[in-house]
């Protein structure tokens, strides 16, 4: 069994419109839902043994915030996270090392969709499908044995945290 943790950047500001994409950093309502979810992860125990974020800079900040709450993990910036398509993340997800537990940072739509793909179906994927609105949480279980036999389909959504449920 594998836990695999799907998580989209807080929610980005759009006030420097000369700005990157890529440096676009959080918005005041991102950095303000982050203490709720970091609680969340806390209570409920989430600690991945190993995090792979996107470089830009809103994912970083996403993952700064609630890095206190997930334990002691190896912490990866990996480029080709930033906005990568569900196939690239599924190919990442696949070549994740032996640990059982593992989170991904990164955006949509590729975040999304890969929660689609390996989610089998149910109310949850469902509400997926609807909308992974920002600073999203989606954790999944997956039962495989390895990270390479992961395929769609082979996962059960077991935790989809959105900031505005958050109290």
Not at 62 to 85: C, D, I
Not at 104 to 133: C, F, T, W, Y
């Amino acid at each position: 069994m594998r836990r695999l943790h799907v998580l989209r950047h807080a929610k980005s500001a759009w006030d420097d419109h000369g700005l990157p994409d890529h440096e676009r950093p959080l918005a005041p309502r991102g950095q303000r839902d982050l203490p709720r979810l970091a609680a969340w992860l806390d209570e409920h125990g989430v600690r991945p043994r190993l995090i792979a974020c996107s470089t830009a800079v809103r994912a970083r900040q996403t993952l700064e915030g609630v890095r206190p709450s997930l334990g002691e993990p190896e912490v990866l910036l990996e480029p080709s996270l930033y906005l990568a398509s569900p196939g690239a993340l599924l190919d990442r997800v696949r070549s994740l090392p032996d640990v059982t537990e593992a989170m991904l940072v990164g955006h949509n739509p590729g975040l999304q969709l890969l929660a689609m793909l390996l989610a089998s179906a149910s109310a949850e994927r469902d509400r997926i499908a609807a909308k992974l609105p920002t600073g999203a949480l989606v954790t999944l279980e997956l039962d495989v044995e390895r990270w390479a036999d992961v395929d769609a389909g082979v996962a059960r959504v077991t935790a989809l945290v959105l900031p505005r449920e958050l109290a």
